[in-house]
């Protein structure tokens, strides 16, 4: 009777109204998802110890990156996080409008033509406004060759004018043809690239540590045997003695700490000295707050450590769903096998139009 | 389950507004394309010279091409 599961999106394949209102909604969630995730890491985030408490420790995830982009006050901040919310809100409405059904034809080659020339003048002015400092933020060097504001001067500048091209020429009936450009499917599968394309640059270079001076210590890969070497097998509890047969750090070693808390401190007593010994071979030693958050010693990643991780599954996944949508595109007459006229026994809505009560749905 | 619609009133094409006339301009060449080939050399060459240009910018990042003046530490 109905779709499978698995083909229920293809209701708005052919009704290119209901496509953008779907992708609209999409987007809604997007800014929605930003602006309530960086009002809740606002909400808990303690900047009061920047050293010994930084924002990676508490788990923060988009306030790293607004500090990246130039937000580094508060007032700043939740000034972000309610942009998304009602350009969030704004985009859910829109949505609604555009939930309206019919078989419009669009001149796809014309819509990538304007979308090209207006998003190469956004980036030509996202970057300008950079070095003009209209827009501007401390510390950001807009001269650097490789830098970020020479670069969307460049490539806005290349996307008006290529947005200029396109408009002004038609596309050969060859490459057309060739690439279905009359079928929206081509447009979703040349989409995925830019997606998978983008993740896979980002999963590396955050991986590397090259995206903003991070340090590539913290990142590497590998299990714990790649540091240590494997175990095979257990050499014994160590006893250390002097020439006399007495274990050391009975009598004769101290252990005493320069700088931080304990700073002058000294401990004779075995014991101590043994476990601040054994500390110490593990790293630096610190007090650490166990009680506020319920610590439970579990190693957790960090958020780097999921970024990369996830993105890299994530773009394997669009790579994937590229190859899907391109041959379903390229091989549409194999793939089709869904009837064109299923739509009418699924149409959602109590109306065919909007809010026209006289053009109820009857049921036959 | 079958459904059958039923229109309200009789009209004689779809509505019309001033933004959708203006719009209409943008979307009246739905499938108009030029022949054959077309200026497929000329986004083949324009491809190939981009693609020649991120090489050399990639190259200077990475090192691989020194240029007097510009060093990367």
Redesign the interface.
Known sequence: ?GLPWYRVHTVVLNDLGRLLSVHIMHTALVAGWAGSMALYELAVFDPSDPVLNPMWRQGMFVIPFMTCLGITNSWGSWSVAGAHIVFSGLCFLAAIWHWRTGK????LP?IFG?HLFLLGVACFGFGAFHVTGLYDMEGFDPFV??GIASHHIAAGTLGILAGLFHLS????????KGLRM?NIETVLSSSIVAVFFAAFVVAGTIYAGLAKNQSLSEARAGSMDNKDGIAVGWLGHPIFRDKDGRELFILSVTVEFYGGEFNGVSYSDPATVKKYARHAQLGENFELDRATLKSDGVFRSSPRGWFTFGHASFALLFFFGHIWHGARTLFRDVFFDIDPDLD??V?FGAF??LR?P??????? | MATQTVEGSSRSGPRRTVVGDFLKQLNSEHGKVAPGWGTTHLIGVAIALFAIFLSIILEIYNSSVLLDGISMN
């Open positions: 009777m419009p034809s669009l001149d014309k304007i060759p490789g020429v038609r596309p050969p009936q060859r490459l057309y009359g009418a026994q149409e065919q139009k026209d006289t053009t109820r749905r009857q049921v036959v």
